[in-house]
T-cell receptor
């Protein structure tokens, strides 16, 4: 089974702190994603990466950056946390490559609930 | 950014009732996916649909890929307490982009 692991289930940080959210997948997937989930808004894409050191902005990248130095690890960085970044953050990975149903399924981590005070 | 229109946003039903939810979009997708999220967990894939008109079942769940490729529905028959959670539809054009609906929160009264 594919396993996507997020480093923390719950985090509480202070306004202005630099925050790192880590995500690791164990299936050699090419594509990794960071979403934030807010009530009534569903999942919104922050950033995604389709290869090591490659990244693209999603729909709501402002206030975030990402790092993918190794294929299995995708980090989300809040340079200066603000209270409006309090949310549930979800990491996902997709195999990619030639199209097959297996290669397009997204696997999610368990989520990190971040509170900025 | 684009999002899908998912409805209803919430449902309160009695155990044993059937459930129906749907998603619509102004854009065409190649794949429609339905995920369920249990409290405190990440979403898990329930059903994937790959062809327009396709009707697929997974136990008590049935989903269809609309013929126009712009919509999909999910039905749950004879609901049970463990069906509680948030259900998300997602449209996909390739491996790099999933677009999600706002979610349907299902609550079941025993």
């Amino acid at each position: 089974d594919v396993k996507v692991t997020q480093s923390s289930r719950y985090l509480v940080k202070r306004t202005g702190e630099k925050v790192f959210l880590e995500c690791v997948q164990d299936m050699d997937h090419e594509n990794m994603f960071w979403y934030r989930q807010d009530p009534g808004l569903g999942l919104r894409l922050i950033y995604f990466s389709y290869d090591v050191k490659m990244k693209e902005k999603g729909d709501i990248p402002e206030g975030y950056s990402v790092s993918r130095e190794k294929k299995e690890r995708f980090s989300l960085i809040l340079e200066s946390a603000s209270t409006n970044q309090t949310s549930m953050y979800l990491c996902a990975s997709i195999a990619g490559g030639l199209w097959t149903p297996m290669n397009t399924e997204a696997f999610f981590g368990q989520g990190t609930r971040l509170t900025v005070v | 950014g684009q999002q899908l229109n998912q409805s209803p946003q919430s449902m309160f039903i009695q155990e044993g009732e059937d459930v129906s939810m749907n998603c619509t979009s102004s854009s065409i997708f190649n794949t429609w996916l339905w995920y369920k999220q249990d409290p405190g967990e990440g979403p898990v894939l329930l059903i994937a649909l790959y062809k327009a008109g396709e009707l697929t079942s997974n136990g008590r769940l049935t989903a269809q890929f609309g013929i126009t490729r712009k919509d999909s529905f999910l039905n749950i028959s004879a609901s049970i307490p463990s069906d509680v959670g948030i259900y998300f539809c997602a449209g996909q054009r390739g491996a790099q982009k999933l677009v999600f609906g706002q979610g349907t929160r299902l609550t079941i009264n025993p």
